[in-house]
């Protein structure tokens, strides 16, 4: 059974470009969500989305955007790129909504922005 | 807010000592907890999830215990190897949204 496949695995970006992300969750997953990870701030929650409907944001700002397909696939873009968006952006499915249920990860995404 | 810590940052153990790693959280309204592992650069690896309903959880060297009245989780790996080498991470999961800590940072040395 496939995992949580994350692409690219690294990006290197110039201060003021946008990024898509792309996240495709388990078989059966409907649920993903994302999540920025930096050496200052740990692991950051961004947003959730199930069937297509973004049900809980974190506290970034409109730069960072997301979608869900109807096969359940992610992406995430930021757009004008600042320096402090260098990040790992990780990615998490799970099997269901709301229940108490497993989350998987992918192996993420490394930004560098130059 | 729910606020989530791990003590110790990092611990360093020679092999075959046992590792207890501590987690604790400030809101006890919680759907599970669940512990991860990430090596250097890599995505987090889920090892154990307690469901809010029970007390603990094993897998092989793992178990994991949760006591949601007093806000604690202890992460036991038995019996410790040098590829247990890695940052472990806690999470509570609110309504899909995971809170983590920050990690202990584990080396276990030959």
């Known amino acids: 059974k496939a995992g949580v496949t994350q692409t690219p695995r690294y990006l290197i970006k110039t201060r003021g470009q946008q990024v898509t992300l792309s996240c495709s969750p388990i078989?059966?997953?409907?649920?993903v969500s994302w999540y920025q990870q930096t050496p200052g701030q740990g692991l950051q929650f961004l947003f959730e989305?199930?069937?297509?409907?973004?049900?809980n944001k974190g506290n970034f700002p409109g730069r960072f955007s997301g979608r869900q397909f109807s096969n359940s696939r992610s992406e995430m873009n930021v757009s004008t790129l600042e320096l402090g968006d260098s990040a790992l952006y990780l990615c998490?499915?799970?099997?269901?909504?709301?229940?108490?249920?497993?989350?998987?990860f992918g192996q993420g995404t490394r930004l560098t922005v130059v | 807010k729910q606020e989530v810590t791990q003590i110790p940052a990092a611990l360093s153990v020679p092999e075959g000592e046992n590792l207890v790693l501590n987690c604790s959280f400030t809101?006890?309204?919680?759907?599970?907890l669940q512990w991860f592992r990430q090596d250097p650069g890599k995505g987090l690896t889920s090892l154990l999830l307690?469901?809010?309903?029970?007390r603990e959880q094993t897998s092989g060297r793992l178990n994991a215990s949760l006591d949601k009245s007093s806000g604690r989780s202890t992460l036991y790996i038995a019996a410790s190897q040098p590829g247990d080498s890695a940052t472990y991470l806690c999470?509570?999961?609110?309504?899909?949204?995971?809170?983590f800590g920050a990690g202990t940072q584990v080396v276990v040395t030959p």
């Open positions: 998490a499915s799970y099997l269901t909504d709301r229940d108490s249920t497993e989350a998987f």
């Open positions: 078989s059966g997953h409907r649920s």
């Open positions: 989305y199930f069937s297509e409907t973004q049900r």
């Open positions: 809101d006890s309204a919680i759907y599970n």
């Open positions: 307690i469901q809010s309903s029970q």
């Open positions: 999470s509570t999961d609110s309504w899909g949204k995971l809170q």
